[in-house]
């Protein structure tokens, strides 16, 4: 049986857990999530993710969810040669560190500024600004002290998955990122050599450019956490 993903197509984590799966030669199934209608909120959804987020993997009849543990769990038990996720402690730990820095600081401070307030109702400010801009900055300085190609070393690990799919968020909404030179060489690094990769980010990165000019109306769901009524 195929490993089966619940997914949204223009979800920066479920696009991350997407490309790893392609990487790896996972033979899988998209479960497509209704997003727009709420189907992540639903009881029988919660059922196998008490979260009621996307994505979740059910690699036969083993749930998980939580797209950084996804990524570690697929490098683990599918990878082949480890280059993905590295056995060894330490270059271990700087994948780890990354997957860490895009979860806590950088995909939190963008999905902040970008992502939400086009989904949900909020506003981008000068202080949602500042703290995307943290978050670039800090990239920009890793980057530009390790002196290697990809975000964890000179090869391409699960540490690049989300922080591609998180910096395509800016992209989808024409933000500069020029001004942090290392950032957009690694990015567009990235781009040109796993052209195979991005053709999975590029159409979920056209639907945020796309809900960016014309964000869809949640009002009529009922969201936990977040304000859907943007009158």
Same mark, same amino acid.
Request: some cysteine; hydrophobic content about 40%; aromatic content about 10%.
């Given at each position: 049986? *195929?490993?089966?993903?619940?997914?949204?197509?223009?979800?920066?984590?479920?696009?991350?857990?997407?490309?790893?799966?392609?990487?790896?030669?996972?033979?899988?199934?998209?479960?497509?999530?209704?997003?727009?209608?709420?189907?992540?909120?639903?009881?029988?959804?919660?059922?196998?993710? *008490?979260?009621?987020?996307?994505?979740?993997?059910?690699?036969?009849?083993?749930? +998980?969810?939580?797209?950084?543990?996804?990524?570690?769990?697929?490098?683990?038990?599918?990878?082949?040669?480890?280059?993905?996720?590295?056995?060894?402690?330490?270059?271990?730990?700087?994948?780890?560190?990354?997957?860490?820095?895009?979860?806590?600081?950088?995909?939190?401070?963008?999905?902040?500024?970008?992502?939400? *307030?086009?989904?949900?109702?909020?506003?981008?400010?000068?202080?949602?600004?500042?703290?995307?801009?943290?978050?670039?900055?800090?990239?920009?300085?890793?980057?530009?002290?390790?002196?290697?190609?990809?975000?964890?070393?000179?090869?391409?690990?699960?540490?690049?998955?989300? +922080?591609?799919?998180?910096?395509?968020?800016?992209?989808?909404?024409?933000?500069?990122?020029?001004?942090?030179?290392?950032?957009?060489?690694?990015?567009?690094?990235?781009?040109?050599?796993?052209?195979?990769?991005?053709?999975?980010?590029?159409?979920?990165?056209?639907?945020?450019?796309?809900?960016?000019?014309?964000?869809?109306?949640?009002?009529?769901?009922?969201?936990?956490?977040?304000?859907?009524?943007?009158?």
């Amino acid at each position: 049986m *195929p490993v089966r993903l619940y997914s949204v197509s223009d979800s920066p984590p479920t696009l991350a857990v997407r490309m790893a799966l392609e990487a790896l030669g996972v033979d899988h199934q998209l479960v497509d999530v209704d997003f727009a209608n709420g189907e992540h909120l639903t009881e029988e959804y919660g059922k196998k993710n *008490p979260q009621k987020e996307v994505p979740m993997l059910d690699d036969n009849g083993f749930l +998980l969810s939580e797209s950084i543990a996804i990524l570690q769990y697929l490098a683990d038990k599918y990878s082949t040669d480890g280059s993905l996720y590295p056995k060894d402690p330490q270059k271990r730990a700087v994948v780890n560190h990354r997957l860490a820095f895009n979860l806590t600081t950088y995909y939190r401070y963008i999905g902040e500024h970008v992502m939400a *307030p086009i989904f949900y109702a909020y506003k981008r400010t000068p202080e949602s600004l500042k703290k995307m801009n943290i978050g670039l900055n800090v990239f920009n300085i890793i980057l530009e002290r390790q002196g290697t190609k990809y975000a964890a070393g000179d090869t391409l690990t699960i540490a690049d998955f989300p +922080l591609v799919t998180a910096t395509a968020c800016l992209e989808a909404i024409h933000f500069n990122i020029s001004q942090y030179p290392m950032v957009a060489k690694w990015y567009e690094n990235f781009k040109a050599e796993n052209p195979r990769l991005w053709n999975i980010v590029a159409p979920g990165m056209e639907e945020v450019r796309a809900f960016e000019s014309n964000p869809p109306d949640l009002s009529h769901i009922s969201h936990p956490i977040h304000p859907t009524s943007k009158n």
